[in-house]
């Protein structure tokens, strides 16, 4: 069974940082992976892709102060936030897809608060 853990999340005042990450239990080389995040009351969104070759992809509200990375050697994503704003508060989830299904993680909170 395919398995995506993310970690890194937790609570941090806005303009702090945060670097989530997430570990696969496959080699994530050929797959498409992202961020995908959650708030109270709110559907899930993507926030930030990267692609097998290495394109990324972001949410406007997240252009400038986020940033998504991979390490296929690892088998891990990460992503880096930066000037984190209260609006950012939610739930992040890792996903990854492949030719043969794709794959979530079970989320990791992320809180910006003073």
């Known amino acids: 069974q395919v398995q995506l853990v993310e970690s890194g999340g937790g609570l941090v005042q806005p303009g702090g940082s945060l670097r989530l990450s997430c570990a696969a239990s496959i080699s994530i080389l050929p797959m498409y992976m992202g961020w995908y995040r959650q708030a109270p009351g709110k559907q899930r969104e993507l926030v930030a892709s990267?692609?097998?070759?290495?394109?990324?992809n972001y949410v406007d509200s997240v252009k400038g102060r986020f940033a998504i990375s991979r390490d296929n050697v690892e088998n891990t994503v990460h992503l880096q936030m930066n000037n984190l704003k209260p609006e950012d508060t939610a739930v992040y989830y890792c996903y990854g897809r492949q030719m043969f299904g794709d794959y979530w993680g079970q989320g990791t909170q992320v809180t910006v608060s003073s």
């Open positions: 990267i692609t097998s070759a290495y394109s990324t």
